[in-house]
């Protein structure tokens, strides 16, 4: 019997190959990978924010005193819309702006999305003592991409419950009575 030692390998026609068709669909997949992150990222703020509401209820509630929560500017002067910051802090004097002397309990950053806040015109919500809210409204999350239509809301109600938007369709969209919510028109 004749056995020889044959070397395996590839050649460098197959390879450069293997290559080209790795890049086509690395290019095909990464438009649809970067909507994924930028959902992704709509999504964990809207449960950061839901978790945020519900520490001011809990503490207005355990502490007795209202709780403001708000979006503010570098500031910490509480803002509808555009807010570089997430705070909950009990706001003594209603002054709508963290001053010295006022609790401050969480201070969180906000990148990568906006949010809007639509709460009875006013730029926070508040927590009685009881756990209701004073102020009932919704939170919009969107992306800072104005390519990325999809957003969420986290919804605040005057018996003080809290809930997030869904997507009841399954259209890819979550909706708000009936109708998608959508950050910005394609």
């Not at 909507?35 to 209820?57: D, G, H, P, S």
Request: charge should be positive; glycine fraction near 6%; proline fraction near 2%.
């Amino acid at each position: 019997m004749n056995l020889t030692n044959k070397n395996m390998a590839f050649t460098l026609l197959e390879l450069l190959i293997t290559l080209i068709i790795v890049s086509i669909l690395a290019t095909l997949a990464a438009p649809s990978w970067s909507k994924f992150i930028a959902k992704q990222k709509i999504n964990i703020q809207v449960w950061e924010l839901r978790r945020t509401l519900e520490l001011a209820r809990s503490f207005a509630v355990s502490q007795h005193l209202v709780w403001k929560v708000c979006m503010a500017a570098h500031s910490l002067v509480c803002v509808k819309e555009q807010g570089q910051r997430l705070l909950v802090f009990a706001d003594l004097n209603n002054d709508h702006r963290v001053n010295k002397g006022e609790v401050l309990i969480k201070d969180i950053a906000l990148s990568g999305t906006s949010i809007k806040l639509s709460a009875s015109g006013r730029a926070y919500v508040r927590f009685k003592p009881t756990g209701e809210a004073m102020d009932s409204g919704n939170f919009l999350v969107c992306s800072n991409d104005q390519s990325i239509t999809y957003g969420r809301q986290a919804i605040v109600f005057r018996s003080g419950r809290i809930r997030l938007s869904k997507d009841t369709d399954n259209d890819g969209y979550d909706d708000r009575g009936g109708k998608n919510i959508k950050c910005h028109k394609p």
